[in-house]
């Protein structure tokens, strides 16, 4: 009786990877879509640097910086809630609601500035929070819903002032407690090469820096994109849909 012969395994033929052709770098950078907006401020900048003579001063580039910060700063958050596939038309009119929230609340009530100012964050929270959830739940377009907060919010700014201080505008807090330290924080400057800085330059910096690192490189990120790209998709892997969207509109806020 033959007894069965044991043969040795053959080794395992090393596969071979498939270099893929690199692309030329110029050709990386035009796919990137932040370099239209990159290349349009450029343009826009020697446009005016060519026609308009003070736009080349240093006191135009410090206004410059200021006027594109303040605006900035809402531009982070209404990216954010872009990209998440909604939009909020009462972002501007919000900042108005905020600063007069903390001013006469803090005004009125003889209370340390800094206490107004976290008065007017819950406001506007819960401001961000009524628009996403009317969103969410009704299905109306983002567009109408802020649109409708928009006009509100404008007849509340100019109602309760008129209300409350028998004008159109707020009392002077600049001697009131907490309101230096304030300044310090939000409205503070100083030089750099002779060109004035705002701190709301550097604000305007931190957030892009967070919402930059939020969407590239957290689980939150992930869950705006795929908001943005298939809410339907997104709910049905497991992405809290509505959650991401109202804390978006809460962050705008």
Not at 2 to 27: C, M, N
Not at 139 to 149: A, D, Q
Not at 157 to 182: P, Y
Request: aromatic content about 12%.
């Amino acid at each position: 009786m033959s007894s069965p012969v044991a043969t040795q395994p053959s080794p395992p033929t090393p596969t071979t990877e498939v270099e893929r052709p690199k692309k030329p770098l110029l050709s990386t950078l035009l796919t990137r879509p932040e370099i239209g907006s990159f290349a349009a401020a450029i343009a826009i900048f020697i446009f005016f640097s060519v026609l308009a003579e003070p736009f080349r001063t240093l006191p135009a580039l410090s206004t410059v910086l200021y006027a594109s910060s303040s605006i900035g700063i809402i531009a982070v958050g209404v990216a954010l809630l872009m990209i998440g596939g909604e939009f909020d038309l009462s972002a501007g009119v919000s900042v108005v609601t905020g600063a007069l929230t903390a001013s006469m609340f803090a005004y009125q009530f003889s209370l340390n500035l800094w206490v107004g100012v976290f008065v007017s964050l819950i406001v506007m929270l819960a401001v961000g929070f009524w628009n996403g959830y009317l969103v969410v739940k009704t299905g109306i377009p983002s567009f109408l819903i802020t649109l409708s907060t928009f006009f509100m919010l404008a007849g509340i700014n100019l109602g309760v002032t008129k209300l409350v201080t028998g004008t159109v505008a707020t009392q002077n807090v600049a001697d009131m407690d907490g309101f230096a330290s304030a300044r310090a924080v939000f409205a503070s400057e100083f030089a750099v090469g002779g060109v004035t800085i705002r701190v709301t330059v550097l604000w305007w910096i931190f957030f892009v820096a967070l919402a930059t690192w939020i969407l590239l490189r957290t689980r939150i990120g992930n869950w705006i994109f795929a908001v943005g790209g298939n809410a339907a998709s997104a709910r049905a892997v497991g992405v809290p849909v509505n959650k991401v969207k109202i804390g978006l509109f809460m962050g705008v806020a």
